[in-house]
């Protein structure tokens, strides 16, 4: 019996708007097993990216328990939960977040900055993670160089690069034409399949859901049961 | 130009959107307006203090080339043949309406100087000395300079060794209290009243009985005769008179210009100091107000589009960039002038380096240095918001939307 | 990790070109105009930064304007611990016009030159302005300002001693350093007093000051006391005090006008600060979402208030490296303007010091404000501010 990679118990999540409490997220209850790859869906405010948000850690529960890996993450301090993100988790961006400044391997070593290695196994690492992503001949370049589909592939090096069990991705395809949203996906389902990474994904696209293995909707802050998918046939 | 076609409301309330860069621009500018407003108010204060001092019914006069009261000497002789000579007001006893002054300079130590003489200054004793005038003036010399009036104790007895202190000198310096006594010129002086005259040079002075001076200084010459004409404007045929008499080596200048003269160096030192820093430093300000409008363009790309599209024109979109930075600048010009105002409250007390002797004068806010310092502030704003404002009209359309 | 945050911060502070450019504009020109100004007002001490300890100077207890009979020379050089002394006149002359206006001394040549080893000149040249009762002694600077050379005739016209004078350059000195004061100019104080006692008797056989030369600096207070209680009493009484005293006697005469140009100095990193506060509040604001996404990729608040510090403190070491490398060639240009006013006109060492500090102030403030902003800044907020 392997430990779920993410478990929820009540969480809940409202915010203070002019005086008035908002209920995000009510009383959520669920668990991802390791591997699995599900996409999170629903209508614009009904709450899945601060579900995402939460579990991913970036941003705090108003109540509850989010496990992550053993760890109740809920119960850590900002320090503490900063450097649980750094080994545990992998972030895509809609809009690809890239530092305009640096190049793309730069861009990819960013998270190994907080690790032991040295510049020599950063370099390394880099590489390997932008071979993965197929832009080796492209690790000097600059963001605004790169079309939309090369940044997110980029964004998705600098997400696994660390070896986290967890990658997060909100909306990865939001922002891209079909086929590079296409070959995003694919990458996405090796990260997965090959890799074995557990992947949560937000996105309101029906397409974009499909590649999961099983859908969960969110609306008005309260989930619905889960919809199982055969695994995408590649 | 239809000032309709600029969305107003929009210019204002993106100044209010961006408040700490709003603060912080107007805020340099404020600071630029400061310095500007301040000196102006120094060289007008400065100016009105020495145009003030002297009345123009008054005719000073020295020994040719002098320049100051303190370098010049008049026999008794040649005073009697002027007062015998130019057309003396009369007062109402029928005595001529002129003084015969001997004006020195004496060293006083200002408040806050505590050391004893021949001490080197270490701290805490600080040495602080200034040359101030005393003048000694003759039966008349307080009749010719009503502006000047008693506002403690009483004046001095003629013949004897009392004196009374100007305004500025009381409240300055160390000693010169009603009632105490200053040692000069081996005889003590008795201090038995304060006057006032006002944003005059004569608040920085020491009055007492000319002759007793003469007596005390040992001198033989007066320093300068003062007089008043019975007609003001009958100086420039006295001067004419008096300067074809052989036997007198005087010049004689009207009270006012003798005053105003006086001041030129410094006049001229304080307005030079002061353009030259309020160019540097709008600069300074110049450049913080370009920086802030070139952001506000590049932030605002998507919105230039959006106005452009909703049909407003290129001039309408560089004027209400325009305007803003005109804004931004009248609310720095505003602040400063406010801070500047406040200086009113203070007086500076400094040596003239003309006559070596201190003067006391304060900041003076005029409705033309609140004119000038608003314009100043204007002509920073729209120096520093042409160029992002030119930058925001040229944006393409299509181009400016797609950053939205 | 340090490296790393250097290249990240300076490629953030260089990322607006035209913005950073302004700003380092803004900074150079600020800290350049700091230096001038404190050069400005360490020139005003210039004469009491170059006074000798071993000299005292003795003038009328009631004011400078007072002259002293000069048989109190015998005297005071009898006084216990004096090694010489000399005496000089104010003369206040205008050469051709008020605005060419340059101190003129009439000094007893050999005893007051002894006393003022710093005023170098030529054996032959002291010896020829000796000999000549009409010859007077100028400094480099004031010759090099009119164009004068040995032999000219330069005349003035008195405005304490009425008439027109006429003298003959006998010497040029130069300066023993940077320090000394090269635009004086001084005459045979015989040549002075036979004219004065012609038509003033009563004038005659004064001086405006005496300069004793003492053997112990140490003794100042000491000497000065025996002088001066020498005199006590008498129709002129003195005060003696050590020349440092005595010319910051003078600046404090004008102390006002010190601490004006003092405060506007201030002002202008003041101004500065908000300008630069200003870049660096705009920068941080456009960074909120690559600041956040540093922040969930794991980098810890402090890191990112290192990171905009650090982008502050290079524009400002970038503006304040060129506004002080400025500074010694706006010095030596404004000096060559101002040299009737300011004799001496040099950055001082302190002048860079406090414009260093200045620059850091500056740096340090404007990064405080953003740098906090963004490390407060919810990651969750912070992403939201894309686009």
Request: charged content about 20%; glycine content about 8%.
């Amino acid at each position: 019996m392997s430990q779920p990679a993410v478990s929820l118990r009540h969480v809940s999540k409202h915010y203070l708007r002019g005086g008035q409490v908002i209920d995000v997220l009510k009383d959520i209850d669920f668990d991802i097993a390791p591997g699995d790859f599900l996409a999170l869906m629903g209508p614009s405010g009904s709450g899945k990216s601060t579900l995402l948000n939460l579990i991913a850690g970036i941003d705090q529960p108003s109540g509850g328990q989010i496990i992550v890996d053993q760890v109740d993450i809920a119960t850590l301090a900002e320090a503490e939960l900063a450097d649980w993100r750094a080994s545990h988790v992998g972030f895509i961006f809609q809009f690809y977040n890239l530092m305009p400044v640096l190049n793309a391997q730069e861009n990819v070593e960013l998270p190994l900055m907080l690790t032991t290695l040295n510049a020599r196994q950063r370099k390394e690492h880099a590489s390997l993670a932008l071979e993965m992503v197929g832009l080796s001949d492209r690790s000097s370049h600059y963001p605004n160089e790169l079309s939309g589909g090369q940044q997110q592939r980029v964004a998705i090096a600098r997400a696994l690069v660390s070896d986290p069990s967890l990658i997060v991705a909100d909306e990865p395809t939001g922002d891209l034409d079909r086929k590079s949203a296409g070959e995003i996906l694919d990458l996405l389902g090796q990260l997965n399949t090959e890799l074995g990474k557990t992947i949560i994904m937000v996105t309101h696209d029906g397409r974009a859901a499909e590649r999961a293995h099983a859908i969960r909707h969110l609306e008005k802050g309260e989930l619905s049961a889960l919809e199982m998918l055969q695994p995408a046939k590649v | 130009m239809r000032l309709s076609r600029i969305p107003l409301h929009y210019v204002w309330r993106n100044l209010f959107t961006r408040k700490l860069t709003t603060v912080l621009t107007a805020g340099g500018m404020a600071l630029v307006v400061f310095v500007f407003a301040t000196v102006l108010m120094l060289e007008a204060g400065l100016k009105q203090t020495l145009t003030a001092t002297g009345l123009a019914e008054n005719v000073v006069a020295i020994r040719k080339g002098s320049q100051t009261e303190i370098q010049s000497g008049l026999s008794r002789q040649e005073a009697s043949i002027i007062e015998s000579s130019a057309p003396i007001a009369l007062n109402a006893m029928g005595r001529q309406l002129s003084s015969r002054e001997a004006v020195v300079l004496i060293s006083l130590q200002k408040k806050g100087g505590t050391c004893s003489k021949s001490d080197p200054p270490t701290p805490p004793c600080t040495n602080k000395p200034a040359n101030i005038v005393v003048r000694g003036v003759g039966a008349q010399g307080l009749a010719i300079r009503p502006q000047a009036k008693l506002i403690e104790g009483r004046r001095f007895l003629p013949g004897s060794a009392e004196i009374m202190v100007g305004r500025a000198i009381a409240d300055g310096f160390e000693g010169v209290q009603l009632g105490a006594s200053l040692h000069f010129a081996r005889r003590d002086w008795t201090v038995v009243g304060i006057f006032d005259a006002g944003k005059t040079g004569f608040n920085s002075e020491i009055w007492g009985d000319a002759e007793q001076m003469m007596q005390a200084f040992r001198r033989l010459n007066y320093s300068a005769l003062v007089f008043q004409l019975r007609d003001t404007d009958a100086y420039a045929s006295t001067q004419k008179k008096l300067e074809a008499d052989q036997r007198l080596t005087a010049e004689y200048k009207r009270e006012t210009q003798f005053y105003a003269d006086q001041s030129k160096v410094m006049a001229s030192f304080i307005s030079i100091l002061g353009s030259v820093l309020s160019a540097i430093f709008s600069v300074g300000a110049i450049i913080g107000a370009m920086i802030t409008m070139y952001a506000a363009v590049a932030n605002r790309t998507g919105e230039i589009g959006t106005l452009r599209a909703l049909g407003y024109r290129r001039r309408s979109v560089m004027l209400a960039f325009l305007l803003e930075a005109l804004f931004l600048a009248l609310l720095g010009g505003v602040v400063g002038l406010i801070l500047a105002s406040f200086m009113q409250f203070f007086a500076v007390s400094t040596m003239n380096w003309q006559t070596f002797a201190e003067l006391a004068f304060s900041f003076t806010l005029t409705p033309i240095i609140v004119l000038k310092s608003l314009l100043f502030a204007l002509l920073m704003g729209m120096l520093g918001g042409f160029l992002p404002a030119l930058r925001a009209a040229r944006l393409q359309i299509v181009d400016a939307l797609r950053a939205a | 990790m340090i490296l790393f945050m250097l290249r990240m911060a300076l490629k953030n502070a260089l990322r607006h070109r035209l913005r950073a450019l302004l700003t380092l504009a803004g900074i150079a020109l600020a800290i350049l105009s700091f230096g001038l100004l404190s050069t400005v007002v360490s020139a005003w001490y210039a004469g009491a930064d170059a006074a000798s300890d071993k000299r005292l100077i003795t003038r009328s207890a009631i004011s400078l304007v007072f002259p002293l009979p000069i048989n109190y020379g015998e005297k005071i050089r009898a006084v216990e611990g004096v090694t010489s002394v000399s005496w000089a006149n104010w003369f206040g002359g205008v050469y051709i016009e008020e605005k060419n206006f340059f101190p003129q001394f009439a000094i007893e040549p050999t005893s007051y030159l002894r006393l003022y080893p710093e005023f170098h000149l030529e054996d032959a040249e002291l010896a020829a302005f000796i000999r000549d009762r009409q010859g007077c002694v100028v400094g480099r600077k004031l010759a090099q300002r009119f164009g004068w050379k040995i032999g000219d005739r330069i005349p003035l016209r008195g405005t304490i001693y009425a008439g027109n004078w006429s003298f003959i350059v006998r010497g040029i000195y130069t300066g023993r350093d940077s320090g000394t004061d090269e635009n004086q100019f001084f005459f045979h104080w015989t040549y002075l007093n036979e004219w004065i006692t012609q038509r003033y008797p009563r004038r005659g056989n004064s001086s405006g000051v005496f300069v004793i030369g003492i053997r112990d600096g140490g003794e100042a207070a000491l000497i000065s006391e025996r002088v001066d209680s020498l005199f006590r009493n008498s129709l002129a009484e003195t005060l003696t005090e050590t020349e440092k005293a005595f010319q910051l006697g003078f600046v404090a005469m004008t102390e006002s006008i010190v601490l004006a140009i003092q405060l506007v100095s201030y002002v202008v990193i003041l101004i500065i600060m908000a300008v630069m506060a200003n870049t660096m509040a705009m920068s941080a604001r456009e960074r909120t979402a690559e600041y956040a996404t540093l922040k969930a990729l794991g980098f810890s608040p402090g890191v990112i208030g290192w990171l905009i510090l650090v982008e502050s403190l290079l524009l400002c070491a970038i503006g304040a490296g060129i506004g002080i490398s400025l500074t010694w060639p706006a010095v030596r240009a404004v000096g060559q303007a101002l040299d009737n006013l300011f004799p001496v006109f040099n950055v001082a060492n302190s002048t860079v010091w406090l414009q260093v500090a200045a620059a850091l102030v500056v740096a340090l403030s404007a990064a405080t404000i953003p740098a906090w902003r963004a490390m407060q800044v919810r990651i969750v907020d912070g992403l939201r501010a894309v686009g």
